[in-house]
């Protein structure tokens, strides 16, 4: 695709609903994933479910691993136009191998750690008291 993207209508994209034909939008950007219906690990009901509108929330919903984040870029064709994007935001759920690690800022960072820490040393404590006697 050129530097210069191709912007659709949101009634332009909501034609594209079916399987000749399905266009989908995740983070306003267009999709044209005909090709990919077949392909589709969750199957082609999933996406004609989103055709023709915006998936984002689905999209995330799942936690797409980074690979098929990188397998997107074949299917972009476009964005939406400015007039009709969506200003709601969506945190990335890339799922639980490629999540982003985040830090707990909270007390609860460090102590369920202790807890656990503190449990499996009296276990051991109380197995090796009473194996020595």
């Not at 915006?54 to 799942?62: K, L, N, Q």
């Not at 799922?95 to 102590?111: D, H, N, V």
Request: aromatic share 10%.
């Amino acid at each position: 695709m050129s530097n210069e993207q191709k912007v659709f209508r949101l009634t332009e994209i909501a034609e594209r609903k079916d399987a000749k034909s399905a266009w989908i939008i995740i983070h306003n950007n267009v999709y044209d994933v005909t090709k990919f219906l077949d392909e589709h690990p969750g199957g082609e009901e999933v996406l004609l479910e989103q055709a023709g509108k915006d998936g984002t929330e689905a999209f995330e919903d799942v936690g797409h691993s980074a690979d098929a984040r990188e397998l997107m870029k074949d299917y972009l064709i476009g964005q939406v136009h400015q007039d009709d994007r969506s200003d709601k935001s969506y945190k990335q759920n890339t799922g639980p191998t490629g999540r982003e690690q985040k830090s707990s800022g909270g007390w609860t960072g460090w102590l369920i750690p202790l807890g656990i820490a503190f449990a499996a040393a009296l276990a051991y404590r109380f197995l090796i008291a009473s194996s020595s006697n």
